[in-house]
């Protein structure tokens, strides 16, 4: 489902045939934590009635946000995120509040306390996530856009393992006011389509400075859906060497393969280019560290005292302890663990310091090599969605650290990045990114509009019967 | 064995702005619980912190009259510990960071001046008002987000008479610079003394006791005394001090154990990721500094050297900063300093008390007052005639207005004096005998006759001269 087609649909009838749809996913994805019914089209604008499902962790006021977790799960915000404010004026109506890994800290939503979302092209496998839910409800047609939120690929990941658009723009470009934090230094704002216009469009409503959130750009925000041209004549692209060598599935190479031929076709430059092994071995820890440190301090807000699933005890310091134990899951309770150690005053040297040097030095890498490149390109994963059943991954091998974790660099610098679908394998979607300079989003659509081209998957959906 | 104090006094002090430190929340001490926060107060899930540009500004000019060396990179840190006043489960802070360095401030210690050095200033975030009642806590988050600073001063004071002279001193900085109320009583200003005793003439530090929340000078100072007191003891019976943090009890006058220290608390310090560090230009700073008030130093040597005040009469108007604004008012009426500050300091403070009122209450302004100095020099009215027209102007009228009412005005009209003493010498030929064979008494005497005819309103002087001009050429 894309925002033209729905466009011809009368307005009146867009928000039910959302609805219905959603509803009737609900049993076979469980993609939804909140349904609303009750959202009113409230103006006029470039998505005038048009039907938007938001995650979990974006906060909407007098609708129920829970960020999939069970110390939210009675919380009612008293006030709308930026992004809700935009979208409204803009005329979106809200659908669902989609689920997500608890607290936006895993990359499977298997953690969600509402239970796994189930991938629509084949329900035993998962989304991916933390923006499961969202990518879910874009892929199965139920709406044309979806906003969720990307701290290390928490939308490009799901975009591909279920066959959509998947956007993450520029650190700042995007207000990050009023969505549930998991790391700030690499949380950004992004969102799902089925094709590379509706998110140009979307990106002309979200994007933006704005005052309460210090980080949000200044820099101009482009008519990007009325810029797209997919001519990629003389364009400078680099395949991603690390990424691919380290990708064992030969069929995941070779439709990869396929498009940066047709780019060649086409007139793009392309070049092979290679980072520092040793760095690249070094992207998941360096995000693990620094985002699991910055979330245990980001999250203790969470302490059952002024709002949230509050479990009662003697004293204020017994209420927090026992809200704290039993709100999180043992997963979460983990992460702050691991978080909480690499900020002793006695480690953070040689761990959190260290990994915001490791940081510097990959954004230095990358960003000394995009100096000669419009972008980088790369397949968003070395294989199909996985199983629900499936036992984890080798985390040591170079499969995993590499192939499964590259996408992170985006975060690491806050280069734009954007996955989409790149064709199949067993009938089961696979997706390729594109990351670009700073605030070169006109460049990177360009670019996925031209892929688009050659794979014909706009607006391609997977109908869940 | 005689024994050094050193003290170092660690002040938070609230920043007088409109809105918090890092959401656009307002802010009165006295509203009613839970009136002035928001989401970004309580910490509600996805609220962001922003700078407010005023307490920056602010926490600037603090650090210039105090002689900082200003970090023009402003940057802040979290300070993470679980508290039930923590909304955040941490506080932005500057700890890696503060935004002064380096400064002093001097003390006047009974004519003797001297310099108390102070380590640093950092800008950080109140927290909320808890009250602990029988079985419940209620908590006021009105103050949770409200800009504080802190003043961390070397230790360099020795006494607690030195610790209240440094308290008192910056508590009237921070006032002349209206950057805080610095209200102790309200808990705007609050103290924590760092304390520890040594051997006179040794340069090793003895082992320090924190003393917390002390909310009145006189507590600071009776503290200090205590607690060097109690030191003293133990250290004369061969005894150790233990590193502790203590409290002060006001009903015995002793400091009490709070809580032994365990090894230090790991707050766990870490950049605030979501503010960027804000650069300050230059340009802006020059700027900020440019339109500072006058320091109660610089203004207490300009009223000695440029307006000839005693240093006793300087003193007394700079002791109280609305008094000393006041003053600067009425100078602009180019009067006499030492005739405004008497009848500002003598006269309208005095009527002022009785009145149970004060110069921020009175009616009296201060360029009426300054037109009631230059008509009492003028001569226009007496100096006994000027505390009438007080005593009236403060019910509001202008003393213009109230001598023309009155008929209070001298009678400075040549002409018109000229033609009573005329009279005058016509009605008392006896006593201008009595004046030619030299009885001086005689002059006085017709001085009075002619204050008479003229109903008091005769300038006395002018009439005296006169009269004695005549009399020699009758």
Do not use: W
């Not at chain 1, 749809?21 to 939804?32: H, P």
């Not at chain 2, 300070?79 to 941490?90: E, F, T």
């Amino acid at each position: 489902m894309d925002i033209r087609t729905l466009e011809e649909m009368p307005i009146s009838e867009r928000k039910a045939y959302a609805l219905k749809k959603v509803k009737g996913l609900q049993d076979k994805l469980n993609a939804s934590i909140t349904i609303i019914e009750d959202d009113e089209v409230k103006a006029d604008g470039k998505l005038m009635g048009i039907p938007v499902a938001l995650k979990d962790n974006i906060s909407t006021k007098g609708i129920k946000t829970t960020a999939a977790s069970d110390i939210l799960d009675n919380y009612v915000p008293v006030y709308d995120a930026t992004i809700v404010k935009k979208l409204k004026e803009a005329g979106a109506i809200f659908v669902s509040k989609t689920s997500m890994d608890e607290l936006a800290m895993g990359g499977t939503n298997r953690t969600a306390n509402i239970g796994p979302c189930h991938n629509p092209y084949d329900l035993d496998r998962i989304t991916g996530g933390s923006s499961g839910g969202s990518a879910a409800l874009v892929a199965a047609g139920a709406v044309p856009l979806a906003i969720g939120s990307d701290t290390g690929d928490s939308v490009r990941k799901p975009a591909a393992y279920c066959g959509i658009v998947g956007v993450k723009p520029s650190y700042g470009r995007i207000s990050r006011y009023g969505i549930i934090p998991y790391a700030s230094s690499l949380d950004h704002v992004g969102y799902f389509t089925t094709n590379v216009e509706d998110a140009a469009l979307a990106l002309e409503v979200l994007a933006g400075r704005d005052d309460l959130d210090m980080t949000s750009s200044y820099e101009e925000v482009l008519e990007y859906s009325k810029l797209l041209d997919a001519n990629v004549k003389g364009r400078r692209l680099a395949i991603f060497g690390n990424v691919y060598d380290a990708i064992s599935d030969s069929s995941i190479k070779e439709a990869f393969d396929k498009i940066i031929v047709s780019l060649e076709d086409k007139g793009a430059i392309i070049k092979k280019v290679y980072f520092d092994g040793d760095l690249m071995k070094c992207l998941f820890p360096t995000y693990f560290i620094i985002a699991n440190a910055e979330a245990t301090a980001n999250h203790s807000n969470l302490d059952g005292v002024r709002f949230g699933h509050r479990i009662d005890g003697d004293s204020m310091e017994d209420v927090m302890m026992a809200t704290r134990t039993r709100g999180f899951s043992s997963f979460i309770k983990k992460r702050f663990v691991i978080g909480s150690y690499s900020l002793f005053e006695e480690n953070q040297e040689r761990l959190l310091k260290k990994a915001q040097r490791v940081r510097r030095l990959i954004v230095e890498a990358v960003l000394n090599e995009l100096k000669e490149v419009d972008a980088l390109l790369a397949p968003a994963s070395g294989s199909i969605a996985p199983r629900l059943d499936d036992p984890s991954s080798d985390e040591l091998s170079d499969e995993y650290l590499i192939a499964e974790n590259h996408m992170v660099i985006g975060n690491f610098g806050g280069l734009p990045s954007m996955t989409l679908p790149m064709g199949f394998k067993d009938d089961l979607p696979i997706g390729i990114n594109i990351t670009c300079n700073a605030f070169k989003e006109e460049e990177m659509f360009d670019i996925a509009l031209a892929i688009e081209d050659i794979t014909g998957l706009k607006g391609h959906v997977k109908e869940v019967l | 064995m005689e024994y050094e104090i050193i003290v170092g006094l660690e002040i938070h002090t609230e920043l007088n702005t409109k809105t918090k430190m890092f959401s656009g929340a307002p802010y009165h001490f006295k509203a009613e619980a839970n009136t002035c926060t928001n989401e970004v107060d309580l910490a509600h899930p996805g609220t962001l912190p922003c700078v407010n540009h005023e307490a920056v500004k602010k926490a600037i000019e603090l650090c210039t009259a105090l002689d900082l060396s200003i970090d023009p990179l402003v940057r802040f840190d979290r300070k993470n510990y679980y508290y039930s006043d923590l909304p955040k489960g941490y506080q932005i802070t500057q700890q890696f960071h503060p935004i002064g360095k380096d400064g002093k401030l001097q003390i006047d210690d009974d004519g003797i001046k001297k310099i108390i050095r102070i380590d640093r200033i950092h800008m950080e975030e109140d927290t909320a008002k808890q009250f602990h009642l029988y079985d419940e806590t209620l908590i006021d988050f009105n103050r949770a987000g409200v800009p504080l600073v802190e003043i961390v001063s070397k230790p360099d004071i020795r006494s607690g008479k030195e610790a209240a002279l440094y308290v008192e001193k910056l508590r009237q900085t921070l006032t002349y610079l209206d950057v805080s109320c610095a209200k102790m009583e309200e808990g705007s200003m609050r103290c924590d003394v760092n304390i520890s005793l040594r051997p006179k003439g040794s340069d090793v530090f003895g082992t320090k006791v924190e003393i917390k929340n002390l909310n009145s000078i006189a507590n600071i100072k009776d503290a200090i005394e205590y607690e060097a007191n109690r030191q003293k003891e133990i250290l004369d019976d061969g005894g150790h001090i233990d590193q502790e943090t203590r409290r002060f009890d006001e009903k015995t006058m002793t400091t009490v154990t709070m809580r032994k220290k365990e090894g230090s608390v790991d707050y766990k310090f870490f950049p605030e990721p979501n503010i960027f560090p804000i650069l300050i230009s230059q340009e802006e700073i020059d700027h900020i500094v440019s339109e500072m008030p006058e320091l109660p130093d610089v203004k207490e040597h300009r009223y000695i050297e440029v307006y000839g005040l005693s240093t006793y009469d300087a003193s007394q108007l700079i002791a109280n900063k609305e008094l000393a604004l006041y003053f600067d008012e009425m100078m602009k009426s180019s009067i006499d300093p030492k005739a405004a500050c008497n009848i500002l300091v003598s006269e309208l403070v005095g009527q002022l008390t009785k009145r149970g009122e004060d110069i921020t209450s009175t009616k009296v302004q201060a360029k009426d007052l300054a037109r009631l100095v230059e008509l009492i020099s003028k001569g226009d009215i007496s100096s006994k005639q000027g505390k009438e027209v007080l005593s009236v102007m403060l019910d509001g009228d202008d003393p213009d207005k109230i001598i023309e009412e009155r008929g209070l005005k001298q009678l400075s009209d040549t002409s018109a004096i000229e033609k009573l003493v005329e009279e005058v010498l016509d009605e008392n030929p006896t006593s201008i005998e009595d004046y030619k064979n030299g009885k001086d008494r005689a002059l006085g005497f017709l001085v009075g006759q002619l204050m008479k005819k003229s109903k008091g309103q005769a300038n006395p002087k002018m009439a005296s001269d006169m009269l004695k001009d005549k009399l020699a050429k009758r």
